[in-house]
Protein backbone atom coordinates (compact mmCIF):
# COMPACT_ATOMS: atom_id res chain seq x y z
CA UNK A 1 0.00 0.00 0.00
CA UNK A 2 1.28 3.49 -1.03
CA UNK A 3 2.19 5.66 2.06
CA UNK A 4 0.84 9.09 1.72
CA UNK A 5 2.35 11.97 4.11
CA UNK A 6 0.44 15.49 3.51
CA UNK A 7 1.75 18.62 4.90
CA UNK A 8 1.04 22.86 4.41
CA UNK A 9 -2.08 23.48 5.75
CA UNK A 10 -2.63 26.35 8.17
CA UNK A 11 -5.09 29.07 9.05
CA UNK A 12 -5.40 32.10 6.78
CA UNK A 13 -7.77 34.83 5.71
CA UNK A 14 -10.07 34.92 2.51
CA UNK A 15 -7.61 36.12 -0.64
CA UNK A 16 -4.68 34.70 1.11
CA UNK A 17 -2.90 31.25 -0.08
CA UNK A 18 -1.50 28.16 0.83
CA UNK A 19 0.65 25.24 -0.80
CA UNK A 20 0.27 21.73 0.33
CA UNK A 21 2.50 18.83 -0.46
CA UNK A 22 2.02 15.21 -0.36
CA UNK A 23 5.11 13.15 -0.37
CA UNK A 24 4.35 9.44 -1.06
CA UNK A 25 6.83 6.49 -0.12
CA UNK A 26 6.39 2.57 -0.85
CA UNK A 27 5.17 0.93 -4.29
CA UNK A 28 5.46 4.10 -5.76
CA UNK A 29 6.15 3.11 -9.15
CA UNK A 30 2.51 1.66 -8.91
CA UNK A 31 0.59 5.64 -9.23
CA UNK A 32 -1.14 6.35 -11.41
CA UNK A 33 -2.68 9.31 -10.24
CA UNK A 34 -2.52 11.29 -7.04
CA UNK A 35 -5.45 13.90 -6.18
CA UNK A 36 -6.21 16.08 -3.64
CA UNK A 37 -9.32 15.76 -2.00
CA UNK A 38 -11.34 17.64 1.14
CA UNK A 39 -13.93 17.87 3.51
CA UNK A 40 -15.66 20.11 5.47
CA UNK A 41 -17.59 20.10 8.78
CA UNK A 42 -20.74 18.11 8.12
CA UNK A 43 -20.23 17.45 4.55
CA UNK A 44 -19.03 14.87 2.45
CA UNK A 45 -15.30 14.31 0.89
CA UNK A 46 -15.45 15.77 -2.96
CA UNK A 47 -12.29 15.54 -4.98
CA UNK A 48 -10.63 18.99 -5.81
CA UNK A 49 -7.61 18.05 -8.03
CA UNK A 50 -5.84 15.62 -9.64
CA UNK A 51 -2.86 14.28 -12.03
CA UNK A 52 -1.94 11.90 -14.07
CA UNK A 53 1.53 10.79 -13.96
CA UNK A 54 1.87 11.82 -17.76
CA UNK A 55 0.34 15.56 -16.44
CA UNK A 56 -2.69 15.94 -17.27
CA UNK A 57 -4.93 18.08 -15.16
CA UNK A 58 -8.52 17.61 -13.29
CA UNK A 59 -10.25 20.11 -11.11
CA UNK A 60 -13.03 20.37 -9.88
CA UNK A 61 -15.21 23.42 -10.86
CA UNK A 62 -15.23 25.70 -7.84
CA UNK A 63 -11.49 25.66 -7.50
CA UNK A 64 -10.41 26.08 -11.57
CA UNK A 65 -8.81 29.39 -11.73
CA UNK A 66 -7.49 29.22 -8.29
CA UNK A 67 -5.51 25.95 -7.21
CA UNK A 68 -3.28 24.11 -9.20
CA UNK A 69 -1.67 20.52 -9.36
CA UNK A 70 1.79 20.06 -9.62
CA UNK A 71 4.31 17.24 -9.22
CA UNK A 72 7.81 16.39 -8.69
CA UNK A 73 8.27 12.49 -9.61
CA UNK A 74 11.88 12.58 -8.43
CA UNK A 75 10.74 13.33 -4.83
CA UNK A 76 7.00 11.65 -5.65
CA UNK A 77 5.59 14.68 -4.40
CA UNK A 78 2.61 16.24 -5.39
CA UNK A 79 1.70 19.82 -4.33
CA UNK A 80 -1.63 22.22 -4.26
CA UNK A 81 -1.02 25.39 -4.75
CA UNK A 82 -4.26 27.59 -3.57
CA UNK A 83 -4.70 30.97 -4.36
CA UNK A 84 -7.57 33.65 -3.51
CA UNK A 85 -8.95 30.92 -0.79
CA UNK A 86 -12.47 31.52 0.50
CA UNK A 87 -14.25 30.45 3.57
CA UNK A 88 -15.72 28.04 1.48
CA UNK A 89 -12.44 26.43 0.89
CA UNK A 90 -12.04 25.27 4.71
CA UNK A 91 -11.74 21.81 5.41
CA UNK A 92 -9.62 18.82 5.97
CA UNK A 93 -7.57 18.51 2.98
CA UNK A 94 -6.75 14.73 1.98
CA UNK A 95 -3.77 13.32 -0.55
CA UNK A 96 -4.87 10.47 -2.68
CA UNK A 97 -3.19 7.70 -4.72
CA UNK A 98 -4.69 5.59 -7.53
CA UNK A 99 -2.98 2.85 -9.59
CA UNK A 100 -3.87 2.55 -13.56
CA UNK A 101 -7.08 1.16 -13.76
CA UNK A 102 -8.39 0.23 -16.63
CA UNK A 103 -10.58 2.52 -18.54
CA UNK A 104 -10.67 4.95 -15.43
CA UNK A 105 -9.78 8.53 -15.60
CA UNK A 106 -7.53 10.10 -12.90
CA UNK A 107 -10.73 12.67 -12.57
CA UNK A 108 -12.44 9.83 -11.82
CA UNK A 109 -12.75 11.02 -7.71
CA UNK A 110 -14.17 8.30 -7.04
CA UNK A 111 -11.47 5.70 -7.56
CA UNK A 112 -8.53 6.72 -5.32
CA UNK A 113 -7.69 3.99 -2.85
CA UNK A 114 -4.56 5.30 -1.06
CA UNK A 115 -4.93 7.95 1.32
CA UNK A 116 -3.07 10.27 3.90
CA UNK A 117 -4.04 11.53 7.45
CA UNK A 118 -4.95 14.82 6.05
CA UNK A 119 -3.60 18.51 6.67
CA UNK A 120 -6.57 21.62 7.76
CA UNK A 121 -7.05 24.00 6.06
CA UNK A 122 -9.37 27.16 7.87
CA UNK A 123 -9.76 30.44 6.10
CA UNK A 124 -11.74 33.04 7.88
CA UNK A 125 -13.79 35.62 6.39
Known amino acids: QVQLVESGGGSVQAGGSLRLSCVASAYTYSINCMGWFRQAPGKDREGVAA???????YYTDSVKGRFTISQDKPKSTVYLQMNSLKPEDTGMYYC???????????????????WGQGTQVTVSS
Open 96 to 114: AAMPWRYGVSCGNFGRYSD
Open 51 to 57: IYTGGTQ
